[in-house]
């Protein structure tokens, strides 16, 4: 009887355990080494796919709502269009920013006047933690906020979100998408006049392809990024179509570190990022 | 004969009290950070603008009289010089608060996501001279802090030496 009743409290404990795991993704110390903790761990085969057009595809809920969430192509709009964009991301994007820095000492127009808020190990889980001096909030003049409030003083009218390279392999797929989401309705809690572009995911090289983080999680997340966009009326930009070859995979010339993580940009990437997102609006003028 | 001790004590206070006037820190700060560039071994770095004191580092540009930085532009790397001079001490406190918290903004960032680049980082630290105030995060950090100090002041301190050599040859030289 006392055996029994011990498996029972044993079995009740380690349900316990595992509910409150799966609760785990708000918890701060459940940001961790995302892609460090992964090394070590490569997918048992890397996966050669073809290439998934997102934006080609049709919403996976069924919906009254016309396909527009996917913004077309258009004539390449003048920079000053970014003026008062802000590029939200992680180190793909401080890659973006760094690269602008460069390029404005000889061209002050490049990307417009496009602010930026970036952090290496940004990920929309870990942005929708509270500020604190462990937070990974970026500074904004010497200053840690949310995101939302910096982009805010920031006089941002446009924002451009890249996140869920450090988050898949955290929070799951589904998860990661709904981080976001939510990310994102507290920027128009702030301002709600303000235009959201949400940018897919980008894809990595095919040999550094990890058990969760791997282009086909990555492709799922942009998918579901898609059907939030679609439900909620936001742009969203498959800047992923533009930098994978016809396996789905980072295109080898695009990659600055084939070697170590297979997911980071070059120049010529960050040329063809802008490029994309120049001649895609959401305008049919281009701005 | 008694008085030559007190005349040679008294030289040697007004070599001091010249020499101290002279031992302000200087240091052309461009050219400090154009000689580290020929020991830093990443390829990848860019230099930043006075438009970036403020948005990525709280600093007023009021406060700088002279800066270098110099960052790793792929977002993969810690690598990060700030080399500054205040205008004054207070600006040089200012200055100095914001890239400790820089300094520790990066370490957050880094604990977690690039562990080799927080251990480099660990060994770095913001350093105050008089007015100047650098933060040098490089796996080179050992040369480049040795780039720095050796710029700041080099010929007031050689002089100094000079005046007290030259101060205790004349104590040495035997009466006529």
Redesign the interface.
Known sequence: MKRNRYAKLAAFGIAAAVFSACLGFENPAA???V??GEVGEPASAPSARPAVQVCSAAPSSSSEIPWQACVSETQEADPSFLDDAVFVG??????L???A??RR?KDPSFLGKA?FL????MGSGNALQPVS????H???????APLEDSAAKMGAKKIYIMLGI?DIALYGIDRSAKNLEKLALRFLKVCPDEELFIQSATPMVREKQLKSLNNKNIAAYDKELLDICQKRKWNYLDVASVMQGSDGALKPEYC??PG??GI?FTDTACNVWVRYILTHTGKETGG | MKKTPVVLLACMILLLAGCSKSHTKSADLTQVMADMKQKISNT?M????AD?L??????DSGDVKQFAIY??????KGDEIILMEGKNSASADRIEK?LN??Y??KK???K????EEYAMLEKCRVRRDGTYVAMIVSPQHEDLEKIYLDALTPRAEKNCLRCLGAAVRIRQKPAP
């Open positions: 940001t961790t080494a892609i460090a992680d180190s793909v994007t401080l890659k920013k760094y690269y820095a460069a000492k602010k970036a952090a290496g190990s001096a462990q937070s990974i970026p500074l904004y003049n010497g200053k840690k450090n600055s570190d170590i993580l980071h | 990848q860019t230099d930043l603008s970036d403020m948005p990525d580092y709280g600093i960052i790793d532009s792929t977002g993969t914001c918290k820089r520790e903004q957050t960032e880094m977690s996501y690039l562990p």
